[in-house]
């Protein structure tokens, strides 16, 4: 088993500008992760709220690598013949449909049924050979030749059951089918867990991972985020905008924006000609970046005061 072998990982250095180039903007704690995860083989567990970017940092390092994203999405009931692999039925059955049909000729000049069955059990095990294997996205990532980038997204909304069925991909990078045997990965892949802590993981799995916690992040950075994202929008208006998100953030709300809302906001500004934050296009365009009517009446209680302090900050 190889591993992927690229020079962009010569350095910390180097992945922060080469993600930045895919519009990723990473911190320096998370280039070292990656370079960590890199170089020592291990997967990655990626933790942190909902929306600050946990997905997308798989679909950057395959784009970054230039190999496939593959990805299974994890969800309560998800057992190994979703996430490993299958049978191909439909194509055993019509094999079975051609052997039956050569089925006189397979046992002609036997002596006796004995003879006739020992004969037929010589074509048993191609039925569950490779040849009729359909590789789901686990089996499927060990099996690319150049490598891939796993991603096995929310694995928090699995069971324990399926949480323990994944400890020898992420060990040993191989897996076991009891009518084949143990299929070792061509390449070891790239692996990315992601959680948005809705149970606790075990320590198993813990244990096979680096851990990464991605929190929302600073004031200095999200501003370089809508930079990328959205450059047309003036620079006041940028720190005027993220400063309100920050505030948005601090309040008892259900759901607090995310990165990719902050961006569509953002955008909303832009086509509307905007230049300053006011408190009533702020009102007009809240349901932008909050989902919920509850969340959207607790902002407007603060709408004022929260407005006019972005509108400072942006001017210091």
Not at 57 to 65: E, P, Q, V
Not at 178 to 205: D, K, M, Q
Request: with cysteine; hydrophobic share 40%.
């Amino acid at each position: 088993m190889k591993s992927i072998h690229n020079e962009k990982f010569a350095s910390i250095e180097n992945i922060i500008e080469g993600f930045k180039e895919a519009e990723y903007i990473c911190s320096r704690q998370i280039a070292t992760t990656l370079y960590l995860s890199y170089n020592l083989g291990k997967p990655i567990l990626v933790e942190g709220p909902a929306g600050v970017g946990k997905t997308e940092l798989a679909k950057t390092m395959a784009a970054f690598l230039g190999v496939p994203l593959i990805r299974l999405q994890c969800y309560e009931g998800l057992d190994e013949s979703k996430a490993l692999y299958e049978w191909k039925y439909g194509k055993q059955l019509l094999y079975t449909q051609l052997l039956k049909d050569k089925l006189h000729q397979i046992v002609s000049g036997e002596n006796g049924l004995s003879e006739s069955v020992d004969r037929l059990h010589q074509y048993d095990d191609i039925f569950f050979s490779k040849h009729f294997l359909e590789p789901r996205p686990l089996l499927k990532a060990l099996q690319q030749k150049e490598g891939a980038v796993l991603l096995i997204d929310e694995i928090d909304k699995s069971d324990d059951e399926f949480e323990a069925f994944l400890l020898e991909i992420l060990s040993d990078f191989q897996v076991s089918i009891p009518e084949i045997g143990t299929i070792n990965a061509v390449t070891r892949p790239l692996v990315f867990l992601t959680s948005n802590n809705t149970r606790e993981l075990g320590e198993p799995l813990k244990r096979r991972c680096l851990h990464l916690f991605i929190p929302f992040p600073d004031l200095k950075l999200e501003r370089e985020i809508i930079h990328l994202w959205v450059p047309d929008i003036s620079e006041k208006l940028r720190a005027q905008l993220v400063s309100f998100i920050h505030q948005v953030r601090k309040l008892d709300i259900k759901k607090p924006p995310s990165i990719s809302e902050t961006i569509d906001w953002a955008r909303v500004l832009l086509l509307l000609h905007s230049e300053n934050l006011s408190p009533e296009l702020v009102r007009q365009t809240l349901n932008v970046f909050l989902k919920f009517e509850e969340d959207i009446k607790v902002v407007e209680e603060h709408l004022h005061g929260m407005t006019e302090k972005a509108v400072r900050a942006a001017g210091d």
